[in-house]
């Protein structure tokens, strides 16, 4: 906040207006201007009509400032795989908002986001940021499985954030799928700050922490719904993970699957609000009320409080939301929603974060304005990027040389926990190269959900834009059979594309070249070559490979890999020789629906791998960039 102004008036005393409360002329570089003009337009008028005339239309003046606040904004607010939102605005931390969301196998995990203006997101950190904090994300198979919805708060002084490490592949009766746990930080913008997990028992996930006014602590949470749907609650030791006894307050409206429960207390209610009818198409938001934390609960005549369901809206998906006030009192809610319409075809970035306002007058149920792409209500914070953190802001793209002596990004995430021998950035004689050395097991693993300790030798970075172009050279040359690199559209083990340099048989593309074989020249036919292959594999029919023989000219060179995204529905794969861009060639075009699945969102990456074989070729890649073209919000 600004120093409060003073302006001279005529011989008089100067006057002091502080700028606190001139919310649209905080002293930012892009705003420095409006300042000087209102400034000098005070003064201009202050001799002619005196001082009498001044205070009389300083408050108009003041009036129109703030009408000229900016109320709207665009949604998602975090795009790409950021789902199961929960928020808080941390008045002591210099008035930031913290965002935290899922990750299920991703790692780092749990990426937390801040905010000081609700419009400008910077990546601040990861609460899952060191192996030995939990252990167990190296042991959990299938692809949905991994941490599921995080409950962010802070409590006199600390960071506590309440989650699930769930065994999905595990029965739905059987306890050891939840694994219920606690991190505790006293400063989230340092990744050592964030505690190893305390553990609590729930046969269920989505808890949620609350604090009474009397101090006493509380977690709720869903139930595993296949055995007993409904919301329990407990009092806890938040530093410990001692729990009391659980009991059942409330069992949503009949909506499948009540989860994602968090309680607020608002003039003398303790609301509860919970997600119903699933994570798809049916999802929507209800609450209930009490003026006992315990209940019974008073449900709310106008539920559901949130949903898109059944309309032609572009957001579907919508639900698992969470509420916060800004440092005017005003109340918003974040939630989770899906880009692409009723259809549920083609939505390769999963699940994303959406912001609504939320009008909640006192006594009073809480009214969330519906999702859509352009929003409009409270006046928004002034415009805000002095953020510290390591990360990048949430619309930025990657032009990255990985330069001796720097690491790896902050946004770079990995599939469960990586081999930290198989990454090097800038190894002797490969300056400005990421080294990877190459897993056995390729992308899809053992069965398309589990990778043993070995792990896949995979990093990458969410897709975060409808349209981008992304591409990275790579310097490969593989001597034996089936060793490749490469790079990815990656949801999860099951669900991805990949266009891979790779050894193969001279012959191996007679099938499968069909049109594209003029766009290359064709090699011998006996002995082993490079060649370029693209595959996938989804729950959702995938083109055939692709298999094409790398031209001699370009053997010996390093490859410009592509994937480029033009519209939402179809990524186009290329490759050429480095640094020849009027060279590079279509491999491929295929569409998304086939990484339009489940609860994550695409990842674009690099691997190297020897596909099962004893290869041991290194890959390095190069000039990573990702660049962000446009948003789809209809």
Known sequence: MCDPMCLKIGSLTSVKINLEYLPAFECHPESSTEVFEFSAFLQMLLPAFGLLTF???????IGAAELHQNSTYHNPILPGFHPDPSCIFVREWDNTFFCASSSFNAFPGIPIHASKDLQNWKLIGHVLNRKEQLPGLAETNRSTSGIWAPALRYHQKNF??????????????DALRWDNIIFKASDPYKPSSWSVAKHFKFEGYDTSPFWDADGTSYITGSHAWKVQPGIHQTTANLDTGEIGEWTNIWNGTGGQAPEGPHIYLNDGYYYLMVAEGGTGLGHFETMARSKAIGGPFEVNPANPILTNANTTNYFQTVGHADLFQDASGNWWSVALSTRGGPSFLNYP??????????????????YITQINGEMSGWPMPPSEKD????????NEGDDIDFAPGSKLPAHFTYWRFPNPDAFTVSPPGHPHTLKIKPSKLNLTALNGNYAGPEGQNFVGRRQQDTLFTYKVDVDFSPKSLEEEAGLSVFLTQNHHLDLGIVMLPRNSSAATLEDNTSNFAKPPTTGLTPHF??????????PDPVIVPIPEAWAHHAITLQIAAHNSTHYVFSAGPAGSKSELKEIITVSNEAVSWGFTGTILGVYSTTNGG??????????????????LRK
């Open 55 to 61: 205070l009389l239309l300083l408050p108009v003046t």
């Open 387 to 394: 953020i510290p953190g390591s990360g990048p802001f949430i």
């Open 160 to 173: 506590y954030l309440v989650t699930t490490l769930v065994n999905d592949d595990l029965p739905a009766d």
């Open 533 to 542: 292959r693209f595959r996938g594999i989804s729950y959702i029919a995938v």
């Open 349 to 366: 970035m999963g699940r994303e974060t959406v912001l609504a306002p939320v009008t909640w007058k006192t006594g009073e149920w809480p």
């Open 614 to 631: 004893s290869g041991s070729t290194d890959a390095y890649f190069s000039n990573w960039k990702y660049r962000p073209q446009g948003q």
